[in-house]
């Protein structure tokens, strides 16, 4: 009998007591439903992650891509020990946060994407993976780091993170900060929102389906523009190929 | 040495100015430069104030403080509030010392304290 | 001096663009002459106030032009802060009144969004008084905050008042198909829910996030010409009737009366003066609300409400589309966007196109009078423009 190898290769995950779904009401007066989703409905958020691989701003491509990867894996139970968080409004997906755990004590904190933006979601959904670590695993100890600037001014200077830089990150092996649960309880009161339990109908509106995001990152109208200083120095294909799809068109 | 930071009089009609400036708003009669540096009181009364949350990228804290001061000449001044809970019309008094740092440029400034 | 007419007007998005400067200033000065049916005019002033610190380009001017395949035309950059849009529009108005030239394009542009949102802070602090102010760590927001916090203790304005102003101008911005933010907002989300303070942070206490206007790219463009010139072109006559130009002090804390924008009412004096009308007489204006509290303040200032009185008119409505004195209309800056360098001339499109009868949902009925105020650094240099419709 031949050794089951994917026995060998899937990791056994640890444990992990529930995410309890929270809600809060957004700027634009719409609710927010943070819930943890299970396997089943990593294919949707795939779909919807891809299309922001193409996103050349705001490292939306670079997070896209890593996204992309950790998701997979997680459905493909390559990576151990992952959970993910989605934050939807109207059904509609709104930010996707992923973390795991490195031990019982310390967790790691992967990505934030937002998929609707100017209205704190993703803040609120980076804020929800912290309590999960924090209060509902009771681990000590958060490792995190920024790969755009937005984010360094999220969680480095507002929750005043402490340097770990001893510890590599996982993503891309750089010097990590490090949130503490001293550091937690700080920012609790200002930082971390949401009332439960979700009223009984928007979490079922919530888990009924992930319902597209109603308006995701785009690249730019002119796929080129963000190569361009680059590559074409004269300008003419674009300034003709603009010059078709916005003039005709009457608007910029 | 204590540092201090320099309010300019007019040489001709006296008028003091805080900041520099090349030519007297009071009389206009003096010629370019022509002012005598003198030391800014340090202490004085806080005007208005505001925390700053959204720092420029030198800043690695999450928010700064800073005033405007009456100072005890009349003179009014901005400056980093080192204070946790500042009042409107509270006392103050200042301290030059590092407000920003660009690279290896240190620049100096006035920081409040409650008085 | 011969009158000076608006012939032609023309706009890109307020938001992220992603191409080069000189495009985002040739692309509106593009639309504007078509829309005024030239294809040449006797010079080009393009405002902008960050090219050689954002996106290292100099001499602006010279791009432009060339961009627009206009040389050998002459062109020149003008930069005076946020400022820089109607101070550009000062220079074409004074070309074609001093009977210079019979045409000119006017054109704003800034590519802010080329840097991150702390550099962009940064970016904006340096018009601030450079040993004074700047030094300190002082921006633009932490003005506009330690002088909100005077003007609620004098005058009773209060979060509510500011969150009623970004309200009403999210608001209008969803009827401008050129503003930055479509994202309607609402009290509740912003100031009453238990999660409103986090979905709305301090930026500058008292300030809030939804309190300040976004980090915008864009451009504008106007084209100005003489009486004789409009003859030829067929286009409803919108004269730039009148303006005011003032400045203050750079150190914003040596102002006498820390409540007062000076700047801001004696420009607007001396433009209505130049129009012979009277802030009554004004049907829409384009107010700098690059923070809420200015659109109040500035609405007293250039003589709509009496002074302190801005926030109860705003409270009843008056400054709301279908108010008597509709108040940008467009989104403002706080809604529409603000590239610094267009949005004097941002401005200066939304009236044209208001007073031409153009501006679709958000018309204001029979609108004849407009005014436009345009507020450079924290009230250092502003300039006020009274724009009237003639038959």
């Known amino acids: 009998m031949g050794v089951d190898l994917e026995q060998i290769l899937r990791p056994i995950d640890s444990p992990l007591a529930p995410y309890p779904p929270k809600f809060m009401t957004v700027a634009s007066g719409e609710t927010l439903v943070i819930r943890q989703v299970d396997r089943d409905e990593i294919p949707t958020l795939l779909l919807h992650v891809e299309p922001l691989l193409h996103v050349e701003r705001d490292f939306y491509d670079v997070v896209a891509a890593r996204v992309y990867a950790e998701l997979l894996a997680h459905y493909r139970y390559r990576m151990q020990d992952e959970y993910v968080l989605v934050g939807q409004i109207g059904g509609h997906l709104a930010a996707i946060v992923n973390g795991r755990t490195v031990s019982p004590r310390q967790g790691m904190s992967l990505h934030t994407l937002a998929l609707r933006r100017g209205l704190r979601i993703g803040a609120h959904c980076f804020a929800a993976k912290m309590e999960y670590h924090i209060d509902i695993l009771g681990q000590d100890e958060v490792l995190i780091v920024a790969e755009s600037p937005i984010g360094f001014r999220r969680w480095m200077i507002e929750y005043q993170l402490e340097k770990r830089f001893e510890t590599p990150h996982e993503l891309g092996g750089v010097p990590s900060y490090c949130l503490t649960r001293a550091l937690f309880d700080r920012a609790r009161s200002s930082l971390v929102v949401g009332r439960r339990p979700v009223p009984p109908e928007l979490l079922a509106q919530a888990q009924a389906g992930i319902l597209p995001p109603t308006d995701p990152p785009r690249p730019p109208a002119d796929l080129l523009a963000a190569t361009r200083a680059m590559y074409d120095s004269t300008g003419t294909a674009l300034l003709l190929q603009r010059g078709r799809q916005e003039l005709e068109a009457g608007h910029a | 040495m204590e540092r201090q930071i320099h309010a300019y009089a007019c040489r001709r009609c006296g008028a003091l100015h805080y900041p520099f400036r090349m030519v007297c708003r009071e009389c206009g009669e003096n010629g370019p430069h022509e002012f005598d540096p003198v030391p800014l009181p340090k202490e004085g009364t806080l005007l208005t104030f505001t925390f700053v949350h959204n720092l420029p990228a030198e800043y690695e804290v999450a928010r700064l403080g800073l005033g405007v001061v009456e100072l005890s000449n009349g003179l009014r001044m901005l400056g980093q509030l080192d204070i946790a809970d500042p009042k409107l019309g509270m006392k103050v008094v200042g301290e030059v010392e590092v407000v920003r740092r660009e690279a290896y440029a240190r620049r100096y400034g006035m920081v409040f304290r409650a008085a | ?391």
Do not use: W
């Open chain 3, 1 to 391: 001096m011969r009158e000076v007419y608006v012939a032609g007007i023309g706009i890109t998005s307020f938001s992220r663009l992603e191409y080069p400067l000189a495009e985002i200033a040739a692309y509106p000065a593009m639309l504007a002459l078509r829309d005024a049916g030239l294809k040449a005019v006797d010079q080009v002033y393009v405002a902008n106030m960050g090219s050689a610190r954002i996106n290292n380009q100099t001499a602006l001017g010279s791009a432009v032009v060339d961009t627009l395949g206009l040389t050998p035309t002459g062109a020149e950059r003008i930069e005076n802060g946020p400022a820089s849009g109607a101070s550009a529009v000062k220079q074409g108005f004074l070309g074609v009144a001093a009977g210079m030239y019979e045409a000119v394009l006017v054109t704003g542009c800034e590519r802010m969004r080329e840097v991150n949102n702390l550099e962009a802070t940064d970016f904006v602090a340096t018009m601030t008084h450079p040993l004074a102010e700047y030094i300190y760590g002082v921006t633009l927001p932490a003005h506009a905050a330690m002088f909100t916090r005077l003007y609620m203790e004098r005058y009773g304005v209060t979060a509510r008042h500011l969150a009623m102003v970004a309200v009403k101008n999210h608001a209008n911005a969803m009827l401008n198909p050129f503003a930055h933010l479509h994202q309607p907002i609402t009290v509740e989300g912003i100031l009453d829910s238990p999660e409103a303070f986090t979905n709305n942070p301090y930026v500058a206490e008292p300030l809030r996030f939804f309190d300040c206007c976004p980090v915008s790219d864009g451009g504008a463009a106007v084209i100005l010409a003489s009486r004789e010139k409009m003859a030829e072109l067929g286009k409803p006559l919108i004269r730039l009737a009148g303006i005011g130009q003032a400045t203050d002090t750079l150190a914003v804390f040596e102002r006498p009366d820390p409540t007062d924008l000076l700047a801001v009412r004696r420009s607007a004096a001396s433009a209505f003066a130049m129009a012979g009308l009277t802030p009554g007489d004004v049907h829409v204006a384009e107010l700098h609300d690059a923070f809420t509290i200015l659109e109040i303040v500035e609405s007293e200032e250039a003589g709509f409400f009496p002074k302190g009185e801005g926030h109860l008119a705003l409270e009843k409505g008056a400054t709301a589309l279908g108010g008597p004195l509709p108040i940008n209309p467009s989104g403002g800056l706080k809604g529409k966007g603000h590239p610094v360098g267009a949005t004097g001339v941002g401005q200066v499109h939304e009236i044209v196109t208001q007073l031409r009868g153009d501006a679709g949902e958000r018309q204001v009925a029979g609108a004849k009078v407009g005014f436009t105020c345009n507020f450079g650094g924290f009230g250092n240099n502003v300039i006020s423009m009274v724009f009237v419709r003639e038959e």
